[in-house]
């Protein structure tokens, strides 16, 4: 008998393990939780540490002993006074989110107008809670409502245009999961690159996509590979990355103070290691150099520098640089070929258009300081597969690669080039 007893305990032990979704007859209540198949991630109710908020709904790694979430459904809402919540999904395929009042305080609002019986949430192995009609059909899914965090297989739209996916947007500190000031996402003045914003300006600005497929990231403390892919979906510009089989947890976070992580768990040290981060270094930020100067991520110590033919416009670079002469527009003008570049935000994008037809557009512009030019036939879907970037005006925000990558930018000088190095390493542009 006591055997049997073991028997019983064990398969219940399992089948509470493996419950990965919820039912309209079956919700979630305070104590209970999900579990994915593969035991990778949990979602239940919390309450951050040091915090008296209130409780949230949300998913976290199931088998990290540091308890860190990935998303957070009620951030802005908490369950408050003690009240216990409950999630259920509703017989028009909606997750409610409520409190013991009755009030709802969190839903996906589907709009189904008439009953699926058979409709179900389930946390899939991935990390995304998705809801699914009888018939298999995702209805919704997390990974289009992001947190603060991007987990492997999730899509970071370039384009703000389309409305199945929102930024992600920062804790506002370490225990509260609330919206911050700093958001993430693509630009609204182009699909070709993702800005970090605090509030309404922007924090940090990644370069206007060139056409790169395919890009990789070797850790060799490690030893796995990320794999980053932008992706075609409908003339719509996706980011997506992947890590090699056997990698261990890995996710990419906008942190609290505005910094973008990308972060992997450290089984032997309990600890979350930090391989990517930005802005980095400091005179990475947006603009920090001011109009017509550069971050050097080059030099020992990274520091501001003018472009060819420019000179600090003042003592520091607050002002940034100016020219050194005058253009001529007259024919006269020359283009410097300035490689490995972070190329600069406010450019015009012009379509349908050769190399030579790019450089034309802006040597017969007397308003052009600047363009770039990338083939994009490798990532792009589209019967137009060149990228023609020019620029009218200040150059901000621009900066040179530690690593060796970025593109060639093609500077309009009116006399003799070279860089202006200023004489003094700023100290606040230390990594």
């Not at 527009?329 to 490689?339: K, P, Y």
Request: glycine share 10%; hydrophobic share 35%; net charge neutral.
């Amino acid at each position: 008998m006591a055997a049997l007893h073991v028997v019983v305990l064990l398969s219940l032990i399992c089948i509470c393990r493996s419950d990965d979704r919820l039912t309209p007859a079956k919700p979630l209540s305070a104590g209970d939780k999900l579990v994915s198949s593969n035991g990778v991630f949990s979602l239940g109710f919390f309450s951050p540490t040091n915090s008296t908020a209130g409780s949230y709904i949300g998913i976290w790694y199931n088998n990290i002993p540091k308890r860190t979430y990935v998303w957070v459904a009620n951030r802005d809402k908490p369950i408050t006074n003690g009240s216990p919540g409950k999630l259920v999904v509703t017989n028009n395929s909606d997750l409610v989110l409520s409190d013991s009042q009755g009030r709802t305080l969190w839903t996906t609002m589907n709009n189904f107008t008439t009953g699926a019986t058979g409709t179900s949430a389930v946390l899939l192995d991935s990390g995304n809670l998705v809801i699914r009609s009888p018939n298999g059909t995702e209805i919704w899914q997390s990974f289009h409502y992001p947190t603060d965090t991007i987990l492997p297989g999730m899509q970071l739209p370039l384009s703000t245009d389309d409305d199945l996916y929102t930024r992600l947007v920062a804790w506002r500190g370490p225990d509260d999961p609330a919206t911050s000031n700093y958001s993430m996402g693509g630009d609204s003045s182009s699909d070709l690159q993702v800005v970090i914003w605090n509030g309404t300006r922007p924090y940090w600005r990644r370069a206007a996509w060139d056409g790169a497929l395919v890009t990789a990231l070797y850790q060799s403390s490690t030893g796995f590979i990320m794999t980053q892919t932008t992706v075609d979906i409908g003339g719509k510009f996706y980011l997506t990355f992947t890590v090699s089989a056997g990698s261990p947890s890995t996710r990419l976070i906008l942190h609290y103070t505005g910094m973008f992580q990308f972060l992997a768990w450290n089984s032997t040290s309990s600890s979350w290691n930090v391989f990517i981060e930005r802005p980095n270094p400091i005179c990475d930020r947006y603009a920090y150099c001011g109009p017509f100067g550069y971050c050097d991520a080059t030099e020992t110590v990274p520091k501001c520098n003018c472009l060819s033919g420019y000179e600090p416009d003042g003592v520091n670079f607050s002002r940034g640089c100016r020219r050194k002469g005058e253009l001529t527009c007259g024919g006269g003008d020359s283009f410097s070929t300035l490689s490995g570049m972070k190329t600069p935000d406010k450019f015009v994008y012009i379509r349908n258009r050769s190399f030579d037809q790019c450089e034309a557009d802006c040597r017969n512009n007397c308003s052009c300081t600047a363009y770039a030019f990338s083939n994009m036939k490798n990532g792009s879907t589209s019967s137009d597969q060149s990228r023609c970037l020019i620029w009218l005006g200040k150059l901000v925000d621009t900066g040179k690669f530690r690593d060796g990558s970025g593109e060639n930018l093609y500077l309009r000088l009116a006399s003799s080039t070279g860089i202006y190095i200023f004489p003094y390493a700023l100290m606040d542009c230390i990594v």
